[in-house]
């Protein structure tokens, strides 16, 4: 991960925190057709209002708390959350995190974040989406891990 | 070696979510296995479970929530009924010095279940970034850690079924012998998955549904017993010095006088005579008491075929003659069986049968089997047979065989 991040929040983080913030920037990039939201075609409310929408349902925070410049650490929100924000909002924008956010700090951080993913969505000439069957293994490895299961160093184990 | 004491219970179980309905519903033999109400249920060859009545939304802040398995919930909220119960403060002396000892069977398995179900039944790579904080085993100890700030050894313990156990006999061990000044210790098990329904399904343990009464369907010691039933929840004890509770005057349920353990080594599920035997006489010896002091028993009891006269004949093989006049129950029959958590909850079950003077019913026993031809308290619950002293008795796959033996507080 990038040090940037972890300087941004480094009062909140220690070894255990910023694994947890790896784990949730580097994972979870493929496709989330079935998720229920995340069509990001909403364009009738602001990003902040989605944003904050998340933030009083998910961490039961006070929406007038939500201010441009108020910091996620002074809201609460330590390195796991912030990872399962950047999952939820993902979700909720239909963005693809294709990087490591950098200097997200405060609240108008995140929503100029999620602003540039989705105008990077926008100009892009490719789907942001994988296709749903990318996620399948195209060597059919899925199903050579099934059968080497059976056995440990040629020796069949026990049924 | 000092005396421990049991100063405090926190249950969220099937049969209720405090000692008194605990013991009420095992006293009247109600039992909480059902048919499992789950989406999947049909593709169950015998649906059946005992579920805990649970909503995590009434315990913990929605951040919390979803940041703890199943598993972990019960654990928190049974450690804090039993520090209530308890009604214990600690200094911070006593806080470097107490301890978390947790069994669990399996873990945030139904965390792990929900992945698996988007990794290769949605084949999604969208996996939670809480997974691995839910999924590991020893997650339940340490979130209990946290919450009361108990800077001693958090310790998990996963020996299958007597994972609770084996937890409540180290923690007697630390504190029996001037370790601790205080520990939690208990079980918690939240197994009701598809993926580990059907994996105890395959191996051909779990009982059949009984037409008649889906909630008869575990029969412990019954020749017609089919196996067992699964079960979740969480039982906790807090174990204290025995002089440290009187000082205070705290409220004393029963003492854990010792335990004791051995390894079948044969086969990795078939349980033995010997190894269950020599668990028995681990915990008389770890007690200080001769086996004519054994008052009542709370079996394992599964009712699996292999377990059920397995056990008969050790308990036979310990205590000779006097076996067949020592009442033996087994709750399984309507606790369902709680995994790692089970040895807890039938330790507690053991200590309020001492407590109110009862012997607790072996429900669903109708049909005397010549194996299992001992006195197992059938049907009905038998007021001032529980005597002073008890043993409770878990084995498990593995092999890992714990014994606790308790006894009254009165005496």
Redesign the interface.
Known sequence: MSNAVSSSINNHLDMGLNMGLDSGLDMGLGNDLDMGHGSGMNTGTSTADRLRAILVKDYKLNPEQLTPEARLVDLGLDSLCIAELMFNIEDEFGVEMTSDPTQIATFADVVQFIDELLAARSSSCLPSYRSASSAVPEDNSYASAQSSVSTVNGVPLAT | MRRVAVTGIGVVCPLGHSASEVFDAARAGRSAIQRLAHPAAHRLTAPLAASVQFDAAEHF???QQ??LDRVSHFAVVAAERAFADAACELTPFERARAGVFLGTGMGGSLSLDDAYQTL?G?????????L??QGMYNAPAAWIGIKHALLGPNLTYSTACSSASVALGEAWLRVAHGMLEVAIAGGSEAPLSLGSLKAWEAMHTLASVDSDDPSTSCKPFSKNRSGMVLGEGAALVVLEPWERALARGATIHGELLGYGLSTDTGHITRPSVDGQAAAIVAALTSAGIRAEEVDSINAHGTATQANDSVETAAIKRVFGARASRIPISATKAIHGHLLGATGALEFVLSLLALKNAVALPTMHLQMPDPECDLDYVPNTARAGAAGRTMLSNSFAFGGTNAVLALRAAAF
């Open positions: 802040e929605p951040q979803r940041l290769y949605e084949q999604s790579n969208r996996v939670k970034p809480m691995i904080l």
